[in-house]
């Protein structure tokens, strides 16, 4: 396990992928009844963005400080408004939440949190992190395991987010796998994977397999903030959305229109949000 996502917290990928994950959220909590949230790769759940790892990338720099640098009325947009909220707090010190904590932020009482994190370090400032919240399990566990064994849960209602770090070339068929599986056992859980778009070959392959375990409808919402180039350079985020909430492609849609001239790269950022009923095999 290479990957650390301190040498990336806060770059407009995480702007983009924990603004999207917020609506989910609060479109979920919209009924008085408890959720869980489920975070399989959750990563450490707070980042120093003054520390080593961040410094030899200054990837923040082009994410989370471009946004709050931006236009005051941009951040208090109602579309951002719960994200600019959650991370807010950290900011000042120069630390940038992860979505382990920006979720725990949003909970309400009744809601509860499920966050996994593989890495022996990593894993262990996550339950730092949360040690003695009684409303957050942080568990070292292979977040594929959960995903297949921990749905569905008491609360019945709830949001996966599956945020892996794509090392491997089987991470495609990883993810359909657990799915799969979490799918099988429970139907109307609203799940949410992030990917990077880098690999148009690797997208595409993602987007088919996921299409083809969807019981229902799904929602791809992706930002670009360059040109996809044949250099395979990291040029944009996606997100797939199964289950999607019904304002979701609509609001996904604006807040794209919101974030594009703040995280756009020398030409003008492009984005889509298309809507497929699933195709099961
Ligand atoms: N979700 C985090 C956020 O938005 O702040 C970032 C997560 S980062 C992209 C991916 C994380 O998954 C890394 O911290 C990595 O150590 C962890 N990881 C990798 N394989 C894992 C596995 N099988 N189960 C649980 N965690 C894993």
Redesign the pocket.
Known sequence: ?N???AF??GNFA?VV??AL?CRLVRYLQRKDGAIRIY???????L?DLGGDEAARTLEHESGIAALAAADRAIRENPLLADYWAAIEPDLAARRY????L?ARRLLRPQDRLSA????PQ??AALRALFAGDTAVKAIA??????LGAHVPPKEKRGLV?V???Y?KLSEVD?IAAALHKAIARWRGGVYAV?YPIKKPAMVERLKEALAAIAPAEIVFAEFCREPLGRDERFVGTGLAVVNPPFVFAEEAEALFALLAPVLERGSKATYSVKECRSRPS
Request: aromatic share 14%; glycine share 12%.
């Open positions: 396990m990957y650390r996502h990336h917290a995480d992928k924990h994950f975070d399989t790769h959750a990563g450490p759940g980042y939440p992860g979505s382990p920006i996994y994190e593989l890495h990593d894993g566990l292979d977040g594929w395991l959960a987010l945020d892996p770090p090392e990883d992030w």
